[in-house]
């Protein structure tokens, strides 16, 4: 069975910084891209970050671009996102989803999410 | 960017058809996900493909996507089904994935 078990979520004042953690189980890491997902507390989904497979390469959505790095480790079958000079409006649950092989595809299974909030 | 838009919510009786678009710019020529959310739950991916469904979810649940609309229908809708429901695409112009904004389904 496939595991995604995000964690390194909590409280944090705007301009700190935080590393989330995703630890999968139950398939080949190394094959699949990975991607982070946020929802803002009563709003929809927003797209955040994307690594391919080996790590050659990311995606970054605009709101995000230059503040967060998305990063993982194969060997450890853990994906990271390291968030900085956070804002008020990156408050969210952060999602881990499994990839697929092909970039258009579709996103399965998700994690529990980890709550992020930032607040002084 | 590619934006991807969903009614904010739609209401169905029991038993009854729901149908739940997404409108995208010429969305017929990508390929189009959807996944579930229930309150206090994560998403699940109920179609992917357009209309192909992942094992586990019910045969009531299809999809389709043609022009600038892309479809979910959830045939004989139960109490269960009620829940968020977002599109997806990947949106080659800006190399990033796009989600619609989510319908609430409510089940009468």
């Known amino acids: 069975e496939v595991q995604l078990v995000e964690s390194g979520g909590g409280l944090v004042q705007p301009g700190g910084s935080l590393r989330l953690s995703c630890s999968a189980s139950?398939?080949?890491?190394?094959?699949?891209?990975m991607h982070w997902v946020r929802q803002a507390p009563g709003k929809g989904l927003e797209y955040v970050s994307a690594i391919s497979s080996n790590g050659g390469s990311t995606y970054y959505a605009d709101s995000v671009k230059g503040r967060f790095t998305i990063s993982r480790d194969n060997s450890k079958n853990t994906l990271y996102l390291q968030m900085s000079s956070l804002r008020a409006e990156d408050t969210a649950v952060y999602y881990c989803v499994k990839g697929s092989t092909v970039t258009t595809g579709w996103f399965d299974p998700w994690g529990q999410g980890t709550l992020v909030t930032v607040s002084s | 960017s590619y934006v991807l838009t969903q009614p904010p919510s739609v209401s169905v009786a029991p038993g009854k058809t729901a149908r739940i678009t997404c409108g995208g710019n010429n969305i017929g020529s990508k390929s189009v996900h959807w996944y579930q959310q229930k309150p206090g739950q994560a998403p699940v991916l109920v179609i992917y493909y357009d209309s192909d469904r992942p094992s586990g979810i019910p045969e009531r649940f299809s999809g389709s996507n043609s022009g600038n609309t892309a479809t979910l229908t959830i045939s004989r809708v139960e109490a269960g089904d009620e829940a968020d429901y977002y599109c997806q695409v990947w949106d080659s112009s800006s190399d990033l994935w796009v989600f619609g904004g989510g319908t609430k389904l409510t089940v009468l």
């Open positions: 139950g398939f080949t890491f190394s094959s699949y891209a």
